[in-house]
């Protein structure tokens, strides 16, 4: 550890970062370390949506619902990791949410892309935690993920808290865009218990190595 105070406590020195942004900013790409592969069902519903959007040639909204630090961020944020053959890299879409905004950020990581790569593109909307998509949003979603090449192959992530504001989010949208390829919302399960410790214990490790 560095810059460390010798009168400080033991406990008072070390760094363990409680969410994901914050483990982000302190490992960089180390952070993959650390990832535990979701829950098979979750899994398994996330690689189906991504081959109904191959086979429909229309993008998807999963709002994804699940208690705070279960795991939510992580996950949404790192499907390629988790899924790589399916999903190219999250986009983390903290802009307005209207088509032409998505459209931007989802071209520019499009075009980062080998010409060859068609797999689909996830988007986490992140900052709108308790804040479910209007009406007028709704209709904006809809449109960008039918349009050819961007939202076409594209799934857009809604993660929330709550699982009220995630069905309402839900049955709302498929009010206006028909019923999604796969059971939404989705509940997000976090890793399985047997897991957390060698995740507490490596994240203390790696958020306190020395640089």
Same mark, same amino acid.
């Given at each position: 550890?560095?810059?460390?105070?010798?009168?400080?406590?033991?406990?008072?020195?070390?760094?363990?970062?409680?969410?994901?942004?914050?483990?982000?900013?302190?490992?960089?790409?180390?952070?993959?370390?650390?990832?535990?592969?979701?829950?098979?069902?979750?899994?398994?519903?996330?690689?189906?949506?991504?081959?109904?959007?191959?086979?429909?040639?229309?993008?998807?909204?999963?709002?994804?619902?699940?208690?705070?630090?279960?795991?939510?961020?992580?996950?949404?944020?790192?499907?390629?990791?988790?899924?790589?053959?399916?999903?190219?890299?999250?986009?983390?879409?903290?802009?307005?949410?209207?088509?032409?905004?998505?459209?931007?950020?989802?071209?520019?990581?499009?075009?980062?892309?080998?010409?060859?790569?068609?797999?689909?593109?996830?988007?986490?909307?992140?900052?709108?935690? @308790?804040?479910?998509?209007? @009406?007028?949003?709704?209709?904006?979603?809809?449109?960008?993920?039918?349009?050819?090449?961007?939202?076409s192959r594209s799934i857009i992530l809604w993660p929330?808290?709550?699982?009220?504001?995630?069905?309402?989010?839900?049955?709302?949208?498929?009010?206006?865009?028909?019923?999604?390829?796969?059971?939404?919302?989705?509940?997000?399960?976090?890793?399985?218990?047997?897991?957390?410790?060698?995740?507490?214990?490596?994240?203390?490790?790696?958020?306190?190595?020395?640089?």
């Amino acid at each position: 550890m560095a810059d460390i105070d010798p009168n400080q406590h033991v406990l008072q020195q070390l760094v363990f970062p409680a969410r994901y942004e914050a483990l982000v900013d302190r490992l960089g790409p180390e952070v993959v370390s650390l990832l535990v592969t979701p829950e098979e069902k979750t899994q398994n519903t996330l690689e189906d949506a991504a081959y109904a959007v191959f086979s429909r040639g229309e993008g998807t909204l999963l709002p994804l619902y699940a208690a705070s630090g279960t795991g939510k961020t992580t996950l949404a944020n790192n499907l390629s990791y988790f899924l790589p053959k399916v999903f190219s890299p999250t986009v983390m879409h903290d802009g307005g949410v209207t088509a032409g905004e998505l459209r931007a950020s989802t071209g520019r990581a499009i075009e980062a892309l080998a010409a060859d790569d068609a797999r689909i593109v996830p988007i986490n909307i992140d900052h709108r935690e @308790g804040s479910p998509p209007s @009406g007028v949003e709704l209709a904006e979603l809809k449109r960008f993920l039918r349009t050819p090449g961007v939202g076409s192959r594209s799934i857009i992530l809604w993660p929330d808290t709550s699982r009220e504001i995630s069905m309402n989010t839900a049955r709302s949208y498929e009010d206006i865009a028909g019923s999604a390829p796969v059971g939404i919302p989705i509940e997000v399960q976090g890793p399985i218990r047997e897991t957390w410790h060698d995740v507490a214990a490596n994240t203390l490790k790696l958020s306190n190595d020395s640089s």
